[in-house]
């Protein structure tokens, strides 16, 4: 091979080397594009009973998958790339399997790291004051009905999700109301109580429209949240909340008086 010959050989292959690397450059871009995208995106999965908050449940899940095989309903999956979640952390879809809580939760005692909290689905026997697992603290999401859609909205009598419901007439009522249009007929609309729901998405299986209407959100998406200035006038509680913070108040700018008092230079340069 003249060296004319081998030069051209050597810039072919570093053009061939360069455009390799652009693209594993790129694929590497995309696949670390989608990472990203899962991870933003799971602030919207159900987690099992017992989950910490988010963002402490992804710290602490190892990605063992002792919570999806203790599962009797196969309710739990372990998120794969795609599914739009940290990959390797259980969660659940509603509509397909829904939680179908159990009362020996057994999929939570099982986690070895705790991100699942059994703590949190604990309280006292009111016979034996004796701890015990209570399903129903669980607090996996919050259903959310869709009025446009919801058939019991346009008159239409169906109580699936009422019916479905676990906590019957507790986390989920119906709410009489006239049809004035008609004059003769009446609305049953579902009506979700948020402070007793348990998000185990059994009525957004049960729903009976094509798209579910209603369906189970994470809290943190779901939720609201006040903020300590205001107070509830009628809560006793709240009332004596915002005077300790008022006392506790006093009590900093008292100190902080006596330290600028303790601190202020104003006498020594009177006696100099």
Known sequence: ???EEDKMATRRKALTDLVKGAGYLALGGLTWGGYVKEAKATEFALRPPGALPEKDFVKA??????CVEHCPYDTLLLSEHGDKKVIGTPYFDARTIPCYMCVDIPCVPVC???ALDVTLLTSIDEETQEEKLDINKSKMGV???DPDNCVAFW???CDACYRACP???EAISLVYEKNERTGKHAFLKPEVHREVCTGCGLCEHACITEEASIIVLPHEIVTGKVGDHYIKGWDKNDENRLRKEKELEKIGDDMKSTLDYL???DDLL???
């Open 1 to 3: 091979m003249s060296k």
């Open 270 to 272: 009177d006696e100099e």
């Open 143 to 145: 259903a959310v009905v």
């Open 61 to 66: 899940c190892i990605k063992c998958g002792l």
């Open 112 to 114: 070895p790291t705790g």
């Open 167 to 169: 906590l019957l007439d």
């Open 155 to 157: 008159g239409i009598q």
């Open 263 to 265: 601190n202020s230079t």
